[in-house]
């Protein structure tokens, strides 16, 4: 049995991808208010795996979860691709003419925004999570206010669903990060093959400095499959990048990362891991 | 005289940063409700000009303003980088202990997250503007109701300043890209040396081929200021890139990219321009 650290309520875009990675094992979801969170409860009991959204095609990155992972220095034990898919789902017997306002989270109403343009007179109120939001609506009996969940949270908490399918690009992916203590990701990916990796660092310099890294990775058949720079206000001549690196030879991989240790500073890897899978459209 | 359409109303921090990027020169702040509604306003009267945040160095990339700026086809004059500092602001009279909701812009509100966990029982309401948050509460005479705004708006729309400098991140900049019809950036940049750019292209294989693009531009004395990849899903072997550079040569940057162009596809220049100024901390 699973023990996993999620931020939000049952029903949670994260809990699915959750149960999705672990497909075949039971899943017990720990959930926690803030991303923060996930990290204290595997403070209090080493034994939870935390999961965690890293980003998303249609939002970005999320780059404060990056620095959660970079301080506090839990291993990556292997990454999810869920698809989202929103609905907006109220209390049973009323129709969409009836809904005054709409709850959810920050970037699930931003993923709505083109359907949330078509309800002109509704108040949009942020919410810390998607499933509380369907929760609260149920909880507290709010006639007149919708939350903008997945169809499980509906489900889990009763909702009747007033629209489907309310993302405005239907090529809606989060991409999540499963992560725990050392032992437990050992175990994790025991008989697993890992292929991919990721690293953060700083180039001194930007003169060519990147090309130049990128060169050495690419002599060792280490490929980019995500790169976003960060800059950093003070330090004018200093960037910061997040990388995702994909690669077909363990040893390769390991050489290439003590080839351009020379080129870069701060080098911090999150983890190595093996790809992940994604789920259906 | 100026006139340059912001996303927000009155006091909203583009607006400051079209006054700091046209300093010297009379400006008129055409507000809108959308970043789509810049576009549109400049339509209607193609002598207005347009400016958008970009990316901010605490929440990331805006990816759907590049991808405006690439689907509206108008260039790019220029780059303002602004400090933004918050503050919380309320109808006169009332202490923080009388705030029962606070609103404002998502972006806004996510970089004041440690400050809001302060607040615990407070309800947080999204705002489609910071400044429009401020104005509702003096219009409406919201007792009770906080936003988070520039102090600035706090002013135009009389409020009291309950607490100032809530960013969680002091290093909170913003950077705003200036826009308009190829006649206007034409005459905006007269005199101005063009030493900066921002494209958009896609590499067909990942196979070494970003590094490849990036040792050209190397070669060149061309040196990347941002790069961002997007995945495109449903074409796994595709990366799209996002990339800001900058040069000291115009000849041979324009060299540099005929000598990508066979590396790539889709290569989209969103503008030329000169490197920005940036505001005090």
């Known amino acids: 049995m699973r023990k996993v650290a999620i931020q939000g309520g049952l029903g949670a875009y994260h809990g699915i991808a959750a149960e999705n990675f672990f497909v075949g094992e039971e899943v017990e979801i720990v959930p926690c208010i803030t991303f923060k969170d996930i990290f204290t409860s595997i403070k209090k009991d080493p034994n939870i795996i935390g999961i965690m959204a890293i980003e998303n095609t249609i939002a970005g990155s999320l780059l404060q979860n990056y620095e959660l992972l970079k301080t506090n220095k839990l291993p990556i034990a292997g990454e999810y691709k869920q698809r989202v898919s929103h609905c907006l789902a109220a209390l049973p017997g009323q129709s969409i003419h009836d809904i005054k306002e709409v709850t959810s989270h920050p970037i699930a109403l931003m993923q709505c925004v083109d359907f949330l343009e078509t309800l002109p007179k509704v108040k949009v109120v942020e919410h810390e999570d998607t499933a509380l939001a369907a929760k609260d609506i149920a909880d507290k009996n709010l006639v007149g206010t919708a939350a903008i969940c997945s169809t499980r949270a509906a489900e889990i908490y009763g909702l009747d669903i007033l ?31 890992l292929n991919k990796s990721s690293i953060v660092f700083t180039v001194p310099h930007s003169e060519g400095s990147l090309s130049q890294v990128l060169s050495v990775l690419s002599f060792y058949h280490v490929n980019l499959t995500k790169i976003q720079s960060l800059p950093i206000i003070g330090r004018e001549w200093e960037y910061q990048f997040y990388v995702d690196i994909k ?29 992940g899978r994604q789920s259906e459209l």
Chains 1, 2 share one sequence.
């Open 163 to 193: 629209a489907r399918g309310i993302e405005t690009n239907k090529h809606n992916f989060t991409r999540f990060l499963i992560f725990g203590n050392r032992w437990i990701v050992d175990e994790i990916q025991k008989d697993e093959v």
């Open 247 to 275: 690669f077909d030879n363990y040893e390769r991989y390991q050489q290439s990362l003590t080839a351009i240790r020379p080129l870069i500073s701060d080098l911090k890897i999150l983890g190595d891991y093996p790809e």
